[in-house]
Each structure stands twice: as C-alpha cells, then as structure tokens.
C-alpha cells in the first residue's frame, strides 16, 4: 500500500479500537453485583423480670462478590413510583408484576439479569414484594420474606445488582417463677408464660420427670429465656438458658451450653446431661390409663392377662415419639397390639408402641429414627376400649416398667469443653440465682 493509505488504516484501526473499548463493557462490568447486610436494631424496653444489654445499631457489610463501584443510573427518580403488593395463595410471579403495573417484559428481563432471581418463584401467602417503577420501568424490587429477611434488586448499567439484608432483633433476657397447683400449663400461662414456652420446658426435664404421673401440688419451676423484639414489638421466644425444677421435693436445674461444634444441648451446671438415651413418656402430658401390671384382667377378654407395659389415654391422632434412636424392627399390624411399632436401640434395648391410629411419615421395616421424632399417633386399633398408646420396654428381652426403670444417661460434658463450658454457664446460672433471690426476697416482704 501507499504510505498515505496504510497512515489511514492504522488511524482508523486505533479510533475503532477506542470506540469499542468505551462502548462494550467488560465480563466483570457485566457481573450484577451482590451485596449482604447485617442490621442491628436497638430498643429500649423495660419489660417486667427482663433485663437487655447495651446495643447499639450497626450496619455490616458481610460480603461483596463485585469490586466495581456503583454505577450511576440515569433515571428520572423524581417521579418514581412506590407500589407493595401483598402475596396471596395461588399468586405467581406474573400476577405480582401485572397487579404493580409491569409487564411480563420487565419480569423477564429482571429474571434473566441475574442468578438469585430464583428465590422469587418461592412465595408464600403474606410475603411482601415492594416495587419501585421509574416511567413504567423496573427500577427496584425489594422482597421481603419474613419480618427479618429480605433481598432487593437494583437496576444498574450491568442488569440488576443483589443485596440480602438480615434485621438482627434486639434481644433480652427475662424472668419467669411458678407455683404448680393444677397443672403445669396453668401454672405456666399464669405466670405469662406461652404454651411452646411451657413444652420446652417439660421437655428440658423430661428425662427425669414423668408430666403424666409425677407433678404434685406446690410442685414449682422457675425459667431464664430469650425474648426477641423488633421496634419495640415482640416477635418471638427465644431459647432457654438455665431452668430449675422442684418435683414432690427433689430440685432439677439445667443449663444451656453450646459447644465448639455449634451444637446445643442442656446440662446440669457440672457439666452433665439433661438428656438420657430414652424419653420417659413417648406422649407429651397424657394420662396413664393403665399401669404396668403382669397380673392384670384384660378389660376385653375378661381373664388374667400380663400388662406388659403402660398405658396412656389420649385423644386420637396426638403424636407419639420414638422413646430413643434406634432402628425400626416392626411397622405392622400385630395381633390385639393393632398397629404396632417397635424399636430396636443398640444391643439391649427394645420399646414398643401400639394400638396405633396411624403411622408416622416413613416409618416402616428398617429404617432409623431420632429420639422424638414421630412414629405414630394414638388411636384404638387392635383390642383396645378407647384411644391410648400402650407403651412396652425391654432390658436385654426382659419386660421392664417403663415408668421406674433407670434409664441410661447420655454423655457428659466431654473433657476439652468443660473449662468452655463453666465459663460460658457461669453467668447464666448466677443470674438465674439472683432472680430466685429477689423473688423470695419481695415474697418474704409482703
């Protein structure tokens, strides 16, 4: 080529270089960026028998998978549009965009931007979606899945950028002491206590404590245990920190501990579990029927017949739990058992469950199951009078009384978490000490 021509070429080439440079944007700049946030809300409450520590509020960012900065839109944000829509059964994506005034264009392009829109399609009745809309155009969609989660999408040069922001509720530790004269649940709501307070309560103590047979009057408990709260409102129980049980004159305490494996469970204050390998009752708060009894008269067949095991009344359909963990030998009917149940724990152990209205969800020959999970639910099948479960333990193929044997503790404190553990409880059980003080301190003023 003349000089003049292959000047010209090399020029064009460098302007056709730059343009494209300036115009078509990189692989990264085409990334949505994604960010998480941790909001720390402070309250003030002065809640009776509660005491909160000193927060303050922060705002954290735990993560940013772009390192580009913010792109400024050019959007004409002073006539932006805020619109909420409420999810209701049988609504879908579609009928959220149309109701906020969007087309299913702009559902579209928002799904295909970016990889977390996925989590969208997952809706239940009550969520929240609140649109923001610039000239009939998407320009934000913040979805908030429950009081304390939600995620937004922003639209940016590159599609639209995510944000997942978790409220973190302020926290406060309360107080509650009561005396037992009709039943526990009484005592308990009495005491301003919720119902799913009081069962984890009785299940803390389950191990020892039989809520069928054992509770007597003047019986008493006291309970340290989270509250959460969100603006001043409350949401929610949180978990119990130490509690302490007396029944007909022995006093039972249990402490909280989370160990290294971020697993938690509850121990005596040294350091030993309130967890035993079995359940005392597989039926929460039923009323033994029948006790064991190996010369009993069978109510039906009229003659002496061995009551191998215990029986608790209860109405049809209330779950019944596996006593231990184990391996599921029998999902069967089984003679006048009716639907039956039955266990095998390690080499000694053996519990029975029987006269059954149902089994539990995947129960059957070989699997294995969890302590509590559900096995079951009582009825009346078999040769039964009126719905109970009938309840047998064995000890190396021997019947024994499921109400009085000893049951097998379950591991202590292992040796490298005890130092953690007194330091982690410490606190806890002296507080819970000073409330049982004070409390009996203002009762010996009046």
């Known amino acids: ?13 460098s302007t056709l270089l730059l343009f494209s440079s300036i115009t078509i944007p990189s692989n990264e700049a085409k990334e949505a960026q994604r960010t998480e946030k941790v909001v720390a809300l402070a309250i003030s409450n002065s809640a009776d028998n509660s005491f909160a520590p000193t927060q303050t509020a922060t705002l954290t960012s735990l993560s940013t998978e772009s390192t580009d900065k913010a792109i400024e839109l050019e959007l004409g944000t002073n006539d932006l549009q805020k619109h909420t829509e409420i999810v209701k059964a049988g609504d879908n994506l579609s009928l959220l965009f149309q109701r906020a005034g969007l087309s299913d264009t702009s559902l579209f392009e928002l799904m295909q931007s970016n990889a977390e829109t996925k989590q969208l399609t997952r809706l239940h009745p009550r969520q ?3 649109f923001e809309i610039d000239n009939k155009k998407l320009y934000k969609l913040t979805y908030q899945k429950n009081r304390l989660n939600k995620v937004a999408f ?3 040069e590159s599609g639209f950028d995510y944000e997942k922001i978790y409220l973190k509720p302020d926290v406060i530790v309360a107080f509650r002491e009561a005396t037992i004269e009709n039943s526990l649940f009484l005592a308990g709501t009495n005491a301003g206590m919720e119902q799913s307070l009081i069962m984890e309560v009785a299940n803390i103590f389950g191990w020892d404590i039989d ?16 509250e959460h709260f969100l603006n001043g409102e409350k949401l929610r129980n949180g978990p119990i920190l130490a509690a302490e049980f007396t029944n007909q004159g022995k006093t039972f305490k249990a402490v909280r501990y989370t160990d290294s494996n971020d697993s938690s469970n509850y121990y005596t204050p040294d350091g030993n579990s309130m967890r035993k390998a079995f359940l005392r009752t597989p039926v929460d708060f039923a009323r033994i029927s029948s006790h064991f009894n190996l010369k009993r008269k069978h109510p039906i067949l009229n003659r002496i017949r061995a009551h191998k095991g215990t029986d608790y009344a209860a109405p049809t359909g209330t779950p019944i739990k596996a006593a231990g963990d184990g391996r599921v030998t029998w999902a069967a009917t089984k003679g006048g058992y009716g639907r039956t149940v039955m266990i095998q724990h390690g080499q000694s152990y053996k519990t029975l469950y029987a006269h059954m209205s149902k089994y539990g969800r995947g129960i059957r020959n070989g699997v294995r ?3 509590g999970q559900i096995i079951g639910y009582v009825g009346s099948s078999g040769l039964a009078t009126g719905p109970h479960l009938h309840y047998e333990f064995y000890l190396n193929g021997a019947v ?3 109400v009085s044997v000893n049951l097998p503790k379950a591991k202590a404190i292992a040796k490298t978490e005890l130092a953690n553990f007194k330091i982690q409880t410490r606190s806890i059980v002296a507080t819970l000490q000073d409330y049982q003080k004070n409390i009996q301190v203002a009762s010996n003023a009046q």
């Open 1 to 13: 080529f003349p000089k003049f021509h292959a000047l010209a070429i090399a020029v064009l080439g």
């Open 128 to 130: 929240q979606f609140h």
């Open 154 to 156: 922003s639209r940016s």
């Open 211 to 226: 809520f069928a047979l054992d509770i007597r009057s003047n019986d008493h408990f006291n309970v340290l245990y989270e």
């Open 369 to 371: 199951v969890k302590q």
């Open 400 to 402: 024994r009384n499921p």
